[in-house]
């Protein structure tokens, strides 16, 4: 097994904790999203798509952070990173998406770099954009795990499990421009809950085999 | 069980879809995102998110169209909505988040309305940004599943599932601009094999209690 990953990439960064919580060891291939090496022909052969993560597992690639975390979860139980129930499954599911569709899509590399050379924004320009898309995905996030009993020391119960390593790398990225993270309590107690847990501090960005100065 | 929809919603048209692959019955509640019907009380008293698609279930709201989706495929085995292999399982929610995570959230209303209330952009300037990433989603789409034995009459073999329904809701919108369509074949071959299912027919914007012209 091989993840192709970049340190500061925050979809890298969900899988990284996945492995992590589930005890998978992993040869990581660093890809440098900074120097453009995703688009070389080196890793074009092996990814077409040319992005970062990609999980290659008996010969296959997977792509896409959540569906290669799936994967992960059928492929090897323990322990498992969403709940038995279907109801329960898709409550979790749902707050995972609330950042994996709604915010960090949004917000990342290609788009601010769209923004600055397409559409003429300059740096406070970008930062708005960025910070006003990750407030408003987390006022959703609070507001479901402020009011929903299943919230624990995690977002559900007292286990790691898909939407806290979804919500982490997040939280990590809001640090970026600095944004105002005191309308958020409820995600700031199981961020640094999840921050003090091994398998987050191995998989944070300033711990990988290609970590520069954050 | 009762569906919060709003007729043009590509995210509601894609549970729409799977209820209807599904043969499951629902009442449709019709929510008017076009006079922001979303953001009245009455609306937020049922979802305090004020998000379209919602489900409810048993008591229960589920929210997120993917989740929404893989909750009624493991509630309602039959027909599978996702192959039994979990590798196989890990290609098709690509295919699905190519739409879902890397598209659509970019190119939808609030992004939009962003675009031409905040940034400024005119009618070129929204139609350009929308069309660019509808492209840039379809072109790595089109890459697999061209490349991919695993295509049939459909994106995954010859039976509909996750990766068709959320293709065509996508494809819809790519005629709003009128996104030039010839790069794409084998999306055109799937999807107008699609718009002949009747699961797909019925899910049509065109063809909902709260229609209006297109």
Redesign the interface.
């Known amino acids: 097994m091989r993840l192709f990953s970049y340190f500061r990439s925050s979809a890298a960064y969900r899988v990284r904790i996945a492995l992590n919580l589930k005890g998978i060891s992993c040869d990581q291939v660093p890809v440098h999203l900074g120097r453009g090496e995703q688009r070389r022909d080196d890793y074009r052969a092996i990814n077409?798509?040319g992005l970062v993560p990609a999980l290659e597992?008996?010969g296959?690639l997977?792509?896409?952070s959540?569906?290669?975390i799936?994967?992960l979860d059928?492929?090897h139980k323990e322990p498992p990173l969403l709940p038995a129930d279907?109801?329960d499954?898709?409550?979790v599911?749902?707050l995972a998406?609330?950042i994996?569709?709604?915010v960090?899509?949004?917000q990342n590399l290609r788009?601010l770099n769209?923004l600055r050379d397409e559409?003429g924004?300059d740096g406070a320009?970008v930062a708005a954009w960025y910070n006003?898309w990750i407030a408003t995905g987390l006022r959703?996030f609070e507001?479901?795990i402020a009011?929903d009993p299943r919230s624990g020391q995690f977002c559900f119960g007292d286990a790691p499990g898909l939407a806290d390593l979804v919500l982490v790398p997040q939280v990590f990225n809001a640090g970026r421009y600095a944004l105002d993270m005191s309308p958020y309590p409820t995600i700031n107690r199981i961020v640094a809950r999840c921050n003090d847990h091994p398998a987050f501090i191995a998989a944070h960005p300033a711990n990988q085999p290609d970590s520069e100065p954050l």
Chains 1, 2 share one sequence.
Do not use: F, W
Request: proline share 10%.
């Open positions: 077409p798509q597992v008996e296959k997977l792509t896409q959540l569906p290669i799936e994967y059928e492929a279907p109801l499954r898709a409550y599911r749902a998406l609330i994996a569709a709604d960090h899509p949004i788009i769209h559409l924004q320009g006003h959703s507001a479901m009011a």
